[in-house]
């Protein structure tokens, strides 16, 4: 037997649950990159704000910056 959710739709459970905004990841894509959305605190957003200022770059650079670098010396 199976479960229907939305039975006056006619919907199955499964087609329900995949139609989820979280069921599967998607990306979306801005020219060559993917966009990624974060939640940080503000006091972390303040300090990259301020290091990107003085590196002259954007926030969205730095972040790509010190995650790639970050990752690159996590290499194990």
């Known amino acids: 037997m199976t479960i229907t959710l939305g039975a006056k739709r006619g919907k199955p459970a ?3 649950v995949e139609g ?3 069921a599967r990841p998607t990306r ?3 020219g060559r990159k993917a966009q990624l959305t974060l939640t940080l605190p503000p ?3 303040a300090r990259i704000d301020a ?3 003085r590196h002259r770059r954007s926030r ?3 972040v790509e910056v010190a995650l790639d670098e970050w990752l690159q010396r996590d290499v194990a």
């Open 14 to 16: 499964n087609a329900f």
């Open 20 to 22: 989820a905004p979280d």
């Open 28 to 30: 979306r894509m801005r």
């Open 43 to 45: 006091d972390l957003i």
């Open 51 to 53: 290091a990107a200022t």
């Open 60 to 62: 969205a650079s730095m």
